[in-house]
């Protein structure tokens, strides 16, 4: 039985697709591994700020995809269906906001897009 959320519309179950996509392909099989060394592949930020799957809630005009909450909430949960927990994306996110947040322009300018590609 597959479980539908009130807050999700066509738009962002493409989104979901996607996600589910990448980390079965990406994240899911290096795991255990990456769980032994302590770290994610260094590249798989890099890959995942191509996918636009960093800063998902950052405006675009700071290098963001310019969505909400609920494009973070979608990977949390694709991450959480397969057991991953060694991709500290939560904190990549967190630390997006404070610059987002309590920034400069020009700090804004210079780390968001950085953040948002990896």
Request: charged share 30%; hydrophobic share 35%.
């Amino acid at each position: 039985m597959e479980f539908r959320r009130s807050w999700e519309d066509s738009d962002l179950t493409a989104f979901r697709d996607t996600v589910a996509r990448f980390v079965d392909r990406e994240i899911a099989p290096d795991e255990l591994e990456a769980r032994e060394r302590g770290h994610v592949r260094p590249e798989l930020w890099r890959q995942l700020g191509e996918a636009s799957l960093l800063c998902t809630d950052i405006p675009e005009a700071y290098g963001g995809m310019g969505g909400d909450y609920r494009h973070d909430a979608i990977i949390q949960e694709e991450l959480a269906r397969r057991g991953v927990t060694s991709l500290g994306i939560q904190g990549h996110s967190i630390t997006a906001h404070y610059v987002l947040n309590h920034g400069t322009d020009e700090q804004k300018r210079k780390y968001l897009p950085l953040m948002a590609r990896g």
